[in-house]
Every structure is written in structure tokens, then in C-alpha cells.
């Protein structure tokens, strides 16, 4: 069973910055890929980010430019850095790993950008 706990979310102004941390508790290297997704009533569901192990990204258009995923295998933590914050970023954001059998979720950490 792998675990992914989120952390770094909060109230943050338009043009604001957060980033968000997803800590896993198994090697990330073993988890492919490994994505950011976030929820909200306006938009529903979205994929956000992702990063493979061979580290290949791919940010959806609504955040290109200002949102960027990155990993650190020493640690087990996948960030989403989130700059130039507008208030449709508001949502609560989701890690997501494949393991090659399943797919594990965090818990999720809520964004809310206003000013």
C-alpha cells in the first residue's frame, strides 16, 4: 500500500505563490507516473501535472508558464510549484501515483486564492 500525504496549501492572494509537496512512503523511482490533479465545483476534476521517473513533464495549458512539477528522489517528495495564482486556481489539489497496478490518491490540500 503506498501512502501520499499533501502539504502546503492555504489562502493565498492573486499573483500570489504556493508550493505543494507530495510525500510518498515508498521510492518515488518506483511510482511512474506521478501527476498532480485538483477539484473544484466550477471545473470539476483537472489534471494539472505530471512527471514520469525518466523525469519527462507535462503541465496542462491552463497553468503552462506558471505552475511547474519537479521531484526529489532523495526525499520521496513530488512539489507543484504554483506561481501568478489567480483566483480559478482555487481547488483542492490531489497527488496521484501508478504503481503498475493501481492508482494511490493523497488526501488532498485545499488552494484558495483571493484577494
Known amino acids: 500500500q503506498v501512502q501520499l500525504v499533501e502539504s502546503g496549501g492555504g489562502l493565498v492572494q492573486p499573483g500570489g505563490s504556493l508550493r505543494l509537496s507530495c510525500t510518498a512512503s515508498?521510492?518515488?523511482?518506483?511510482?511512474?507516473?506521478m501527476r498532480w490533479h485538483r477539484q473544484s465545483p466550477t471545473k470539476g476534476r483537472e489534471l494539472v501535472a505530471t512527471?514520469?521517473?525518466?523525469?519527462?513533464?507535462n503541465t496542462a495549458d491552463s497553468v503552462r508558464g506558471r505552475f511547474a512539477i519537479s521531484r526529489d528522489n532523495v526525499k520521496n517528495v513530488v512539489y507543484l510549484q504554483m506561481n501568478n495564482l489567480k483566483p480559478e486556481d482555487t481547488a483542492v489539489y490531489f497527488c496521484?501515483?501508478?504503481?503498475?497496478?493501481?492508482?494511490?490518491w493523497g488526501q488532498g490540500t485545499q488552494v484558495t486564492v483571493s484577494s
Open positions: 515508498t521510492p518515488i523511482y518506483t511510482l511512474n507516473p
Open positions: 512527471i514520469t521517473s525518466g523525469g519527462n513533464t
Open positions: 496521484n501515483a501508478w504503481d503498475g497496478a493501481r492508482d494511490y
